[in-house]
């Protein structure tokens, strides 16, 4: 399974926007997928998970508000729109599949994460 992410780019603060991610390849239906990002320097963090079967969401502290998770309902896609975006929101942005049930406390570690995406550049200027 390989996971392509694109829609990063170069933005000013308080822009937005939508980062796509699509898995090829042999695929069954995940738990879900999910949005990580990691700022030079830092450790990889949770933005966002949906949950295949019921659409539910979770998303960090941090973006709740303004971030928006959805999927695709024809494949295996998820977005994130970005809005009212932040300098501290730069980061390298990763989607991931979940195979296994994931449930609200896992959801922000990345070992509960089957496959990853080569991640997509975010910066906000100030």
């Known amino acids: 399974v390989q996971l392509q992410a694109y829609g990063g780019g170069l933005v000013q603060a308080r822009g937005s926007l939508r980062l796509s991610c699509a898995a090829s390849g042999p695929t069954r239906r995940p738990d879900g997928m999910g949005w990580f990002r990691q700022a030079p320097g830092k450790e990889r963090e949770f933005v966002a998970y949906?949950?295949?079967?019921?659409?539910?969401?979770y998303y960090a502290d941090s973006v709740k508000g303004r971030f928006t998770i959805s999927r695709d309902n024809g494949k295996i896609a998820v977005n994130l729109q970005m809005n009212t975006l932040k300098p501290e929101d730069t980061a390298v942005y990763y989607c991931a599949v979940a195979t296994s049930r994931i449930t609200y406390d896992s959801a922000s570690s990345p070992g509960a994460y089957t496959y990853w995406g080569q991640g997509t550049l975010v910066t906000v200027s100030s």
């Open positions: 949906i949950r295949w079967s019921t659409y539910s969401t």
